[in-house]
């Protein structure tokens, strides 16, 4: 096993793991950790795998630097929507439309 | 000349964007008017450009490609720039009278409005995966935001759900554009088509391309992942129900369609492409089918497009290992619809914006005696209709025409089943609508009447999707070759 491949197949493990924790878990917080988990493994990937021809890649390395950026930019707003929501209806996950009450 | 178009193109809305994140609404209101000006005469100055001299790549900046930011500018782009600069407009036309400009959150709009602009013309020209990710991140993050301005428990519960889905969506997109580069190592849309045609042997290259259809197909809203759309697109306000219906759903698709032309023909495979076309089969149906029994009115025309999207989707199986001309037709068909629907689509978001905006209530049934009161927005309603329906003259027909031609040519009669009986369906639906709207009720004669500007320009966009069927010639032939290399 290759250092390259064995970066690939941990962020490919982290991706997994945070979809599982995506579907799985009701919790927004942890919906949302697990959407930042997704996408430190994707990030993982794609340095990684990028590494196999001459040595470190300075192009994913500027690539990362911009996805970590939107990265921070979706969690943030994650962030913001789930705690204005959290103040409206005082539920931290999402249930089922039919359960229609709009809080206090 | 063509250097200060581009900078027009893409500068105006992000400095737009910051500007009006400093004024109020109603300041932010008054730049929109110069800053949808200017957006629409560059847009207009390129098409003229494109059409007299063809496509060409534009390097940003001067910056050459693997670090900066290339953008392939072709009669297609051109074409889709000039679609969003006309239904933006309108829709910011709309927003502006439309909104509460007293309710202090509404100060927002107009920022996120500009930067839905900007990553939708980014798109649009992006020619390396990796901007088309962070053209599609911008789209998201901005539709979102609008969709969760100033709303109540239940917009927000929409807006995160929308979130969710299109941020796992684009993280999908990206793990395929990292085994890309991985594999090819460049980002280049073109490049790697062509590294792919040369070494046919590569594996991950498709396992890279199925990765980025299906988180493409979730931020589409493909059924079965289109859980998200309805209740999305049918709280936001009727502008952003507009804009997100019309547009932001094409950007998506706009980057799945540009992969499976440029790498389906040597990745993909006939199960990949067939069950692309029968999930699209399944969304016509599925989603006319909700449509008919949703109790509210915009939530009928969100189901509305599950339906439309759908349609799209007959590309893959339509253009896989067919001939040329075949292919060809399908891409200007679908090109075609995705015109249509997005100016058929917004006339009718505005249009029941105006309803439910008359009677106050945003049932179905409530809509007893507004056909009296309000003839003219039931009216761009039922234009708008005409072409969701495919009933010549409108573009929608010249769509299905086309399409319908594909199937034929190609042997794959199954699809012309689903173009005929998501015809019908969708008339069952706009019908029904017209049924509450004409039904005399008792005791209901409190209607609001609308300003008149909100009227006409539902009314605009229905006029233009129908035009389309007659004007459908000359609009395939500027846009040269669909999806293709040119210039």
């Known amino acids: 096993m290759t250092p390259h491949l064995l970066y690939a197949f941990t962020g490919l493990l982290l991706f997994v793991t945070g979809l599982f924790g995506m579907i799985a878990l009701d919790h927004l917080?942890?919906?949302?950790?697990?959407?930042?988990?997704?996408?430190s493994g994707t990030f993982l990937v794609l340095v990684g795998l990028a590494q196999h021809r001459n040595g470190v890649d300075p192009v994913v390395q500027a690539l990362v630097l911009t996805g970590i950026v939107v990265a921070i930019a979706a969690t943030a707003l994650g962030l913001v929507l789930i705690r204005r929501y959290y103040h409206l209806s005082g539920r931290s996950s999402l249930e089922p439309d039919t359960n229609d009450e709009a809080g206090p | 000349m063509m250097a200060w178009l581009m900078a027009g193109l893409l500068f105006t809305p992000l400095a737009w964007a910051v500007m009006s994140l400093m004024a109020g609404f109603r300041a932010g209101w008054r730049l929109a008017w110069l800053g949808m000006a200017v957006q629409g005469l560059v847009s207009v100055l390129l098409w003229l450009a494109i059409a007299d001299q063809g496509g060409f790549y534009y390097a940003l900046g001067d910056w050459p490609a693997p670090l900066g930011i290339e953008l392939r500018v072709d009669g297609l782009a051109v074409t889709f720039i000039l679609l969003t600069a006309t239904v933006a407009t309108a829709c910011g036309l709309h927003a502006g009278v439309y909104l509460d400009p007293d309710k202090p959150w509404q100060r927002?709009?107009?920022?996120?409005?500009?930067?839905?602009?900007?990553?939708?013309?980014?798109?649009?020209?992006?020619?390396?995966?990796?901007?088309?990710?962070?053209?599609?991140?911008?789209?998201?993050?901005?539709?979102?935001?609008?969709?969760?301005?100033?709303?109540?428990?239940?917009?927000?519960?929409?807006?995160?759900?929308?979130?969710?889905?299109?941020?796992?969506?684009?993280?999908?997109?990206?793990?395929?554009?990292?085994?890309?580069?991985?594999?090819?190592?460049?980002?280049?849309?073109?490049?790697?088509?062509?590294?792919?045609?040369?070494?046919?042997?590569?594996?991950?290259?498709?396992?890279?391309?199925?990765?980025?259809?299906?988180g493409l197909a979730l931020k589409t809203a493909l059924f079965p992942l289109h859980g998200w759309l309805p209740p999305a697109h049918g709280i936001a306000p009727s502008p952003v129900s507009a804009l997100l219906s019309a547009l932001v759903l094409?950007?998506?698709?706009?980057?799945?369609?540009?992969?499976?032309?440029?790498?389906?023909?040597?990745?993909?495979?006939?199960?990949?492409?067939?069950?692309?076309?029968?999930?699209?089969?399944?969304?016509?149906?599925?989603?006319?089918?909700?449509a008919c029994l949703q109790p509210r009115l915009k939530q009928v025309v969100a189901y509305s497009t599950v339906a439309q999207v759908g349609y799209l989707f007959l590309l893959f199986p339509l253009t896989w290992q067919v001939s040329d001309q075949i292919s060809q037709q399908a891409q200007e068909g679908m090109t075609l619809q995705v015109i249509s629907h997005a100016l058929a689509k917004a006339a009718m978001f505005l249009a029941a914006g105006n309803l439910v905006l008359s009677t106050g209530s945003?049932?179905?049934?409530?809509?007893?005696?507004?056909?009296?009161?309000?003839?003219?927005?039931?009216?761009?309603?039922?234009?708008?209709?005409?072409?969701?329906?495919s009933l010549p003259p409108s573009g929608g027909f010249a769509a299905k025409w086309l399409l319908l031609q594909a199937t034929i040519g190609s042997g794959q009669w199954w699809w012309a089943l689903v173009?005929?009986?998501?015809?019908?369906?969708?008339?069952?639906?706009?019908?029904?609508?017209?049924?509450?709207?004409?039904?005399?009720?008792?005791?209901?004669?409190?209607?609001?009447?609308?300003?008149?500007?909100?009227?006409?320009?539902?009314?605009?966009?229905?006029?233009?999707?129908?035009?389309?069927?007659?004007?459908?010639?000359?609009?395939?032939?500027?846009?040269?070759?669909?999806?293709?290399?040119?210039?």
């Open chain 1, 29 to 39: 917080l942890r919906k949302l950790l697990a959407l930042n988990l997704m996408g």
């Open chain 2, 362 to 389: 945003s049932k179905v049934e409530d809509l007893a005696g507004v056909g009296r009161f309000l003839p003219f927005s039931l009216f761009s309603f039922g234009l708008a209709g005409v072409s969701l329906m």
């Open chain 2, 250 to 290: 094409k950007a998506s698709f706009y980057i799945a369609a540009r992969l499976w032309l440029a790498l389906g023909e040597t990745q993909g495979s006939y199960g990949v492409a067939q069950l692309a076309g029968a999930l699209g089969a399944a969304a016509v149906l599925w989603g006319s089918w909700m």
């Open chain 2, 108 to 214: 927002y709009f107009w920022p996120l409005f500009w930067f839905l602009w900007a990553g939708l013309n980014a798109v649009w020209l992006g020619a390396d995966l990796f901007n088309l990710y962070v053209g599609l991140e911008l789209i998201s993050l901005s539709a979102v935001g609008l969709v969760a301005l100033g709303g109540a428990g239940d917009a927000l519960r929409a807006s995160l759900r929308y979130l969710l889905a299109a941020l796992v969506g684009s993280l999908f997109y990206l793990l395929g554009v990292a085994l890309i580069y991985g594999q090819f190592g460049t980002l280049s849309l073109g490049g790697v088509a062509q590294l792919a045609e040369d070494h046919t042997a590569l594996a991950g290259a498709g396992i890279a391309l199925a990765l980025m259809l299906a």
């Open chain 2, 419 to 487: 173009l005929i009986a998501g015809g019908l369906l969708s008339a069952a639906y706009v019908f029904r609508i017209y049924r509450a709207s004409f039904q005399e009720a008792s005791g209901q004669d409190d209607f609001h009447h609308p300003p008149r500007r909100l009227e006409a320009i539902p009314m605009a966009l229905a006029l233009l999707s129908l035009g389309l069927g007659l004007a459908g010639e000359p609009v395939l032939a500027i846009m040269g070759l669909p999806f293709e290399e040119d210039g």
